[in-house]
């Protein structure tokens, strides 16, 4: 009874200033706000759950702490907003987690948090709560030198950049170890983040590239896709390992003189049940008009870049992966698509 009255009265996960910002879609930095976070609140250790749907009748926090049961760790709306929050005390890292989204028509779909930070593997597709406080950088030389060495100074104009484009999913397979350690007999075998590392490098360096550019490495259900149909934009695929594995990746191109540029996909996703799609019972990210909102090349979702909340999802993830995993350029998939 303690715990739960300490509960009841813990401050707001999002200010006044927060939700200021979310609503004029300049929260650049809405990756530290929302999603799952780890923190000590009122001397409790656990897991403060951030999700915007302003459509829902009732959203709660479903998992294997509460046997996925709906409305046992119900979510409150933030100050009247269309954002909803709760804490849950004891949860730690890697706890795995839906949301459990009630539309005001009645019907419940469990969706996976647009904030992960990591993911299940596929085709399991739960949300798994990171710190992403994991790994130790070794890249500051590298770093120090890009804050002086911009692409609109003299440095490039002497050194100029040569770009391996590659997708990390076919480059290499290692189809022995892959079976031997994962069970799995699927076609691509796939090499971890950590291998690849070590290998493309070397083979880039051999052949005098600047940097790598990778196709998608969010988090995609669909193999063939190559990573284009994105459904957790804030999660490195599980497919190559953690998110403490891809730090790792970009951390071992900068030690070795090697820039990391991803596409990323800010045009479209998929219609997959667990993603953005009709998130809240209608469509927030994308556009209610099906006839602006679906691609029908694709079979894909369209952005509503008309909307500040999603133009902010968009911008904040850009940057995320400037910050949290100190990448060195976007590719800009699609681009004739979003202005035709």
Known sequence: NVKSDILKKLPPALSDLD?????????????????AKI??????????????APNAKAVSVVGEFND???GVNNMEKVNHSGFW???????KEDT?????????????????????????????????????????????????????????NA????????????HLGSWKK????????????????????????????????????????LLPVMEHPLDISWGYQVVNYFAPTSRYGTPED????????????????????????PTDEHGLGKFDGKEIYAYEDPRKGFHKEWGTYVFDFGRNEVRNFLISNALFWFEKYHVDGLRVDAVASMLY
């Open 19 to 35: 939700l200021h910002l979310l609503g004029e879609g300049k929260h650049y930095k809405s990756y530290d706000k929302l999603g």
């Open 39 to 52: 923190k000590t609140v009122k001397k409790m250790k656990g897991v403060q759950f951030t999700v915007w």
């Open 68 to 70: 996925w049961k709906d």
């Open 85 to 91: 929050s709760v804490f849950i005390p004891e949860l």
């Open 96 to 152: 795995i987690y839906k949301f459990a989204v009630r539309s005001k028509s009645g019907g419940v779909v469990f969706k996976s948090d647009p904030y992960a930070l990591k993911t299940e593997y596929r085709p399991s597709n739960a949300s798994i709560v990171d710190s992403l406080k994991n790994h130790k950088w070794n890249d500051k030389e590298w770093m120090d030198n890009r804050k002086k060495n911009t692409f609109a």
């Open 155 to 166: 440095y490039y104009k002497k050194n100029p950049v040569s770009i391996y484009e590659v």
């Open 174 to 213: 290692d189809f022995i170890n892959h079976f031997k350690n994962s069970g799995e007999t699927n076609e691509w075998g796939y090499k971890s983040y950590r291998q690849l590392a070590q290998e493309l490098v070397e083979y880039v360096k051999v052949n005098n590239y600047t940097h790598i550019e």
């Open 246 to 269: 891809f730090m790792f990746f970009v951390d071992h191109c900068h030690q070795n003189g090697i820039g990391v540029i991803l596409d990323w996909v800010p045009s479209h996703f």
